[in-house]
């Protein structure tokens, strides 16, 4: 079957470096996604990684190994307005995207 | 913003009510979809419209009903609904190519709650 793995909950203190992790299993694989969710908002989308290695896009970073089925989301500088939902999704065989559960991130002061 | 619409954003109804979600997207894409999301669970992926012709229903009971009248629009039916019904449905848009990129555009949701 299609599987997506993340933490549930995460807590983190601002100003420091947060790495949220994510293990999937998808018959095929075309790609992973990270979007955040804010309480009560639509999920916007942060990164696509295809190839393994890392992509940097300002504060935040993504990661993928393909061979190990996992990738990682890094976030530097960590500011109270990243308290939020992030979600991991795999782009199947078919190019649909199978999510995980979503991991809260929890900022304190 | 994120060029997707939908309404209402939040509606109560009764088991016996008929209700129905709208969305409207403004970015010109071709495949639009309908997810639940329940609390700690994974998005849950209802329908799959492209060009207007749906593609994907994933065992979605009968008292849901898509309807997708042009590109831009998606409707939701909703007849004789459950209280495990009650979630946040999700509609999202994007351009889907041959080449596979799917980046979904999602609107801000309706919290469903029945009663």
């Known amino acids: 079957g299609q599987n997506i793995d993340q933490p549930t909950e995460m807590t983190a203190t601002e100003g420091a470096i947060v790495q949220i992790n994510c293990t999937y299993q998808t018959s095929g694989f075309n790609g992973l996604f990270w979007y955040q969710q804010h309480a009560g908002e639509a999920p916007t989308f942060l990164s696509y990684n295809v190839l393994d290695g890392l992509e940097e896009k300002g504060r935040f970073s993504s990661f993928l190994s393909r061979s190990k089925g996992y990738s990682y989301l890094l976030l530097k500088e960590l500011q109270m307005k990243d308290s939020a939902s992030y979600l991991c999704a795999a782009s199947d065989s078919n190019y649909q995207l199978i999510w995980g559960a979503g991991t809260k991130l929890i900022i304190k002061p | 913003e994120t060029g997707v619409t939908q309404t209402p954003r939040h509606l109560v109804m009764g088991m016996t009510n008929k209700k129905s979600l709208k969305c409207e997207q403004h970015l010109g894409h071709n495949a639009m979809y309908w997810y639940k999301q329940s609390a700690k669970k994974p998005l849950e992926l209802m329908f799959v419209?492209?060009?207007?012709?749906?593609?994907e229903n994933n065992s979605v009971p009968s008292r849901f009903s898509p309807e997708c009248p042009n590109s831009s629009h998606l409707f939701l039916h909703l007849h004789t609904l459950q209280p495990e019904d009650s979630a946040l449905y999700l509609c999202?848009?994007?351009?889907?190519?041959?080449?596979?990129?799917?980046?979904?555009?999602f609107g801000p949701g309706t919290r469903l709650t029945v009663l």
């Open positions: 419209y492209n060009f207007k012709e749906q593609t």
């Open positions: 999202a848009s994007s351009h889907r190519t041959s080449g596979g990129y799917n980046e979904q555009f």
